[in-house]
C-alpha cells in the first residue's frame, strides 16, 4: 500500500477511535442522566402514593391523590405496590413478580434509595414512616420519552459517525495528496535521468524543508556518478582506441611475415598464432569501445525508421557469411499484416550487431543445432524470439548473463569474453526495449527481445 493511502487510514482510524469513544462517553452520561431524572420522577410520585396510603382519613388520602393527578400526572405504566408491616404473603408474591435483585429490598429495609433499571422499566423502593405507621412502596413505570430520545441520539451518533469518517478519509487523502506531490515530483524527474543524461538536475525550490534536502542529496550524488561514468567511459574509450594501432601494426607485421617466401615451418606457426591472436584482441577492443559508447554517449544521431523483418533477414546473411554451416530459420508466420507494427525507431548498425550476437550465441552454444528466429507482436512491441537447443544456462546464473565479462559456468568449451550480451542489452535498452531469457540446461535457451513501435 502507497504511504499517501497508509497515512489516510491511519488518520481515519485514528479519528474513528476518538469519535467513538467520544460517543459512547456523551451516550453513556446523557442515558444516566435520564435514567436518574426519570428515578427522581417515579420516587416523588411513590412517596405521594405512600403517604396516602398510610392515612385512614379518606379526605386526606384523596387530597394526596389529587395533587398527584393535577401536578404530576401519570407515567406511562406506572404501577404501585404497597406493603404493610406483616404482609409476608404478599412481599413473596412480589418477589416472584417483580424481576429486581435481593439488594433492591435489602436497600429498602435499610431505607436507602432502591433503584433498578431493567427491559426498559425503571423500579423504585421506598420505605416511608409516619406518626408510627410504615410501608414499603415498590413503584415501576416506563420512560417512554426518554428512550425515544436515547434512540434518537443513538441513530443521530451512529449517522454524524459514518458522515464524519467519509469526511475525514476524503480529506486525509486530499491532504497527504498534497504532502506527498513534492515526492512523487522527485521520483518522475530522477527516472528521467538515466547514463545518457546524467548532466540533469532535481530543481530546487529554496524552501529550506526535507524535500529541499532531499533534491540537494539526489543532486550531490548524481554530481559523483557523473563524474564517475566520465572517467569510465573515457578510460575504456581512451583504452580501446590506443590498443588499437599496436593491435593493428602486430596482426600486419605478422600478415607480412607469412607471406615472405620460404620461411620455416615454425616461424609460420608463431606468425599464424601472433595473428589469430592479434585478431581476437581486435575484436575485443572494439567490442569494448561499443560496450562504452552505447551504455554512455549512443549513437542518437544515427537513428532511422527500421523494419525489424528487414533487418533479421540481414542479420541471416552476415551469420550466413561468419558460419557457413549454420541452421538459422526465420519464421515469418506471426508477422503482423501492418507494416508499421514491424518498424521501430533506432540505429540499423547497432541493432543488427545485437541480433546477430544474439543469433550467433544460439548457434555456437548448440553447436550448430536448428535456432529459430521468429517475429511476431505484442501490445505496443515487436517480439523477436531466438530459440535454440543447445546447452542452456543453469538457473542461478541466468540474472547474471548481462554482467560484462561473466560467462556461465557450463561455457568452458566454448570460446567467448562475455561482451556480447551486456553490449546487446545496452542497445535494447536504448531503444526503449528489453530482452527475457528462459533456459533449460541441456534443453535449450529463448531469448525474447521486445522492441517498441517506432511511431
Ligand atoms: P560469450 O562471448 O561468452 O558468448 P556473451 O556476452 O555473448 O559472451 O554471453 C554471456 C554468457 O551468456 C555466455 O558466456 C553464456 O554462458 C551465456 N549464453 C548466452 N547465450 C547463450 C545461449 N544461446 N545458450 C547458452 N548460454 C548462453
Known amino acids: 500500500?502507497?504511504?499517501?493511502?497508509?497515512?489516510?487510514?491511519?488518520?481515519?482510524?485514528?479519528?474513528?477511535?476518538?469519535?467513538l469513544a467520544l460517543s459512547v462517553f456523551i451516550y453513556t452520561f446523557t442515558r444516566?442522566?435520564?435514567?436518574?431524572?426519570f428515578f427522581h420522577r417515579l420516587e416523588v410520585r411513590a412517596d405521594i402514593v405512600g403517604h396516602a396510603s398510610l392515612h385512614e382519613n379518606k379526605s386526606q388520602t384523596s387530597i394526596y391523590y389529587d395533587i398527584k393527578e393535577k401536578h404530576l400526572g401519570d407515567l406511562p405504566y406506572e404501577q404501585h405496590n404497597i406493603i404493610r408491616s406483616g404482609e409476608v404473603e404478599k412481599v413473596n408474591q412480589l418477589k416472584a413478580q417483580l424481576p429486581v435483585p435481593p439488594s433492591f429490598y435489602d436497600q429498602i429495609v435499610r431505607k436507602e434509595p432502591a433503584r433498578y433499571f431493567e427491559n426498559d422499566t425503571s423500579y423504585v423502593g421506598l420505605n416511608i414512616t409516619q406518626e408510627g405507621k410504615n410501608l414499603i412502596v415498590i413503584s415501576k413505570a416506563v420512560d417512554l420519552y426518554g428512550l425515544e430520545e436515547m434512540d434518537n441520539l443513538k441513530n443521530l451518533m451512529v449517522i454524524g459517525f459514518f458522515i464524519a469518517m467519509i469526511f475525514v478519509f476524503t480529506f486525509g487523502k486530499l491532504f497527504s495528496n498534497q504532502i506527498f506531490e513534492p515526492i512523487r515530483r522527485i521520483i518522475r524527474n530522477v527516472k528521467g535521468i538515466n547514463a545518457h543524461n546524467l548532466n540533469q538536475r532535481l530543481t530546487i525550490?529554496?524552501?529550506?524543508?526535507?524535500i529541499d534536502a532531499l533534491s540537494n542529496t539526489f543532486n550531490d550524488m548524481l554530481d559523483r556518478l557523473e563524474i564517475t561514468f566520465d572517467m569510465q567511459n573515457n578510460f575504456v574509450s581512451n583504452a580501446s582506441h590506443e590498443f588499437r594501432t599496436p593491435l593493428t601494426v602486430i596482426s600486419g607485421e605478422a600478415q607480412i611475415g607469412l607471406s615472405l617466401p620460404q620461411i620455416p615451418e615454425e616461424a609460420r606457426e608463431s606468425f599464424q598464432m601472433i595473428f589469430?591472436?592479434?585478431?581476437?584482441?581486435?575484436?575485443?577492443?572494439?567490442?569494448?569501445?561499443?560496450?562504452?559508447?552505447?551504455?554512455?554517449?549512443g549513437k542518437r544521431e544515427q537513428w532511422d525508421k527500421i523494419r525489424i523483418d528487414e533487418l533479421i533477414l540481414s542479420v541471416k546473411s552476415a551469420i550466413d557469411q561468419i558460419l557457413p554451416t549454420n541452421s538459422v530459420e526465420i519464421n515469418f508466420d506471426d508477422l503482423p499484416d501492418d507494416e508499421k507494427k514491424l518498424e521501430v525507431n533506432g540505429n540499423e548498425a547497432l541493432l543488427k550487431a545485437a541480433f546477430t550476437n544474439i543469433v550467433l550465441n544460439s548457434c555456437k552454444y548448440s553447436?550448430?543445432?536448428?535456432?529459430?528466429?521468429?517475429i511476431g507482436n505484442e501490445g505496443s512491441n515487436i517480439v523477436v524470439e531466438v530459440t535454440d537447443q543447445g546447452i542452456g544456462i543453469p538457473d542461478r546464473e541466468i540474472a547474471q548473463i548481462f554482467v560484462p565479462f561473466f560467462r556461465a559456468s557450463n561455457t568452458n568449451k566454448y570460446k567467448g569474453y562475455g561482451i556480447g550480451l551486456p553490449l546487446t542489452n545496452n542497445i535494447i535498452k536504448m531503444h526503449q526495449g528489453s530482452i527475457m531469457v528462459k533456459s533449460v540446461v541441456g534443453v535449450g535457451t529463448r531469448f525474447i527481445t521486445y522492441l517498441p513501435f517506432g511511431y
Open 1 to 19: 500500500m502507497k504511504i499517501q493511502n497508509r497515512i489516510a487510514l491511519i488518520f481515519t482510524i485514528l479519528t474513528a477511535g476518538i469519535i
Open 32 to 37: 444516566k442522566g435520564i435514567e436518574n431524572s
Open 367 to 374: 553447436d550448430n543445432k536448428p535456432v529459430s528466429v521468429k
Open 205 to 210: 525550490d529554496g524552501t529550506k524543508d526535507e
Open 276 to 297: 589469430r591472436e592479434a585478431e581476437k584482441l581486435e575484436h575485443l577492443t572494439s567490442s569494448m569501445l561499443s560496450l562504452a559508447q552505447t551504455g554512455f554517449d
